[in-house]
């Protein structure tokens, strides 16, 4: 208890240097940032007691370090081949570098540009979709909430080439938060992507506003060292017949916590929540989604997949909620996992809260290894032990990459999901 108290103490007179620090910032952030930082006071950093966190210990984050640098980040590991477009370069959640052209139709800035120059322009979205009354790691990003990413798409723009996020951890602590605003009927691609060396801890909030038809597509890299920690934060608000998808891709980290939702809060929404995990040694990885199906007429759709070799663990976790107006409602979910040693593990929860009567709501979880007539069939063939082990990884986890639309991000991560597994013998 001692060590906790010390540890919110040396938060706590962080705090008040940075209030200092942002002493002319507008009432309504002031009122924000100080009412997260109560919260984060009251809740703490999670603990295995807190259903929510039941299988992942993150008691570690409680002794992270908060301002001592880190080796420069591997940028190469997020360089996706044949990707245009523009990309913005942060370290430790700040804005360092740009690369390309805006493109016509959308605004792309830094929220601390956006505090000094506008800040005004900010109030209605910034730090209003991802609630930190009841979560600790969202509190944290609140209080510290001094830049990062704002995307602001104009009414009917068609934004082809995506735009690229890239967050480098320079620092042992790093706060990120990105905000995405699509106007009605526009179109817009986001990539965040996450490296690092070295131990450190990534606490990123994403939220993202979609208004009536808009279409948001969104991919999240993980990509940090193994000895790295990475908490993940997305909420998105959808207004009517919008469409917003989210994909997570999660191959670092000794510890990735992942918290994925969407409000569906207009008539004939859809979204699609999916993932894919490859972690092996002592790395851990969790996902907790949660669907909102707030109005009728909505679809949504998941699919994480899983894959763990030697002693690594996953968790899933998904909700689905149908409210009392939501009734028509489609919604699908599904968690299927390939354990690749006797020693991995997963904890597999999908969950259904229906309150409508006029739904199809289905979820389903596997668990499973190998096929071992399979693999054996291809080395009858010539194809050996390791390689069609490999194959068979790859085929395991081929329909949802096809689920990447992003043609140079999937090439990257076919290519990096064989490299991940490839020297690890067939039978160990």
């Not at 640098?69 to 570098?97: E, I, M, W």
């Not at 409000?263 to 996902?287: F, I, R, S, T």
Request: glycine fraction near 6%; charged fraction near 25%.
């Amino acid at each position: 208890m001692a060590a906790v108290a010390e540890e919110l103490n040396t938060r706590l007179r962080s705090f008040e240097a940075l209030l200092e620090r942002t002493a002319g910032e507008p009432t309504w952030l002031r009122r924000k940032r100080e009412r997260a930082m109560e919260r984060f006071a009251t809740l703490g950093i999670p603990t295995v007691k807190n259903e929510e966190y039941k299988y992942t210990n993150l008691a570690a984050l409680s002794k992270m370090e908060t301002g001592e640098a880190l080796p420069a980040a591997d940028l190469s590991l997020a360089r996706y081949d044949g990707l245009t477009g523009l990309t913005l370069r942060f370290d430790s959640g700040r804005l360092v570098a740009t690369d390309g052209q805006v493109p016509e139709g959308v605004t792309v800035r830094s929220i601390a540009d956006v505090l000094r120059d506008d800040p005004e322009s900010l109030e209605k979205h910034l730090a209003s979709h991802a609630s930190f009354e009841d979560n600790a790691l969202v509190a944290l990003s609140t209080a510290y909430l001094e830049d990062g990413a704002v995307i602001e798409v104009s009414p009917n723009a068609v934004i082809e080439e995506p735009i690229h996020l890239l967050f480098a951890a320079g620092t042992a602590t790093s706060n990120v938060r990105v905000l995405i605003v699509a106007g009605r009927n526009s179109q817009v691609s986001v990539i965040e992507s996450y490296v690092g060396e070295g131990r450190h801890w990534t606490n990123a909030v994403s939220e993202v506003y979609a208004e009536e038809n808009a279409v948001v597509k969104h991919y999240r890299a993980q990509l940090e060292s193994a000895e790295a920690f990475h908490t993940g934060y997305f909420q998105a608000v959808q207004e009517r017949s919008s469409n917003v998808s989210t994909f997570s891709l999660s191959f670092g980290a000794a510890i990735a916590r992942n918290d994925i939702n969407t409000l569906l809060n207009g008539e004939g929404c859809e979204c699609a929540l999916d993932g894919l995990y490859a972690v092996k040694g002592n790395q851990h990885v969790d996902h907790h989604t949660s669907i909102d199906h707030a109005m009728p007429n909505c679809n949504s759709h998941q699919l994480y997949k899983g894959v763990l070799d030697d002693s690594a663990r996953g968790v899933f976790n998904g909700k689905i909620f149908v409210r009392r107006d939501a009734q028509k409602t489609d919604a699908i979910q599904n968690n299927k996992n390939l354990l690749l040693s006797d020693k991995a593990e997963i904890n597999t929860k999908p969950q259904l809260e229906i309150d409508a009567n006029d739904v199809k709501c289905t979820h389903g979880a596997t668990i499973g290894q190998l096929d071992k007539t399979a693999a054996f069939y291809m080395q009858s063939r010539g194809i050996g032990a390791d390689r069609a082990r490999n194959l068979l990884t790859y085929a395991f986890a081929a329909d949802a990459l096809e689920r990447i639309k992003i043609e140079p991000l999937k090439a990257h991560f076919e290519d990096l999901l064989l490299k991940t597994f490839a020297d690890q013998p067939a039978d160990h």
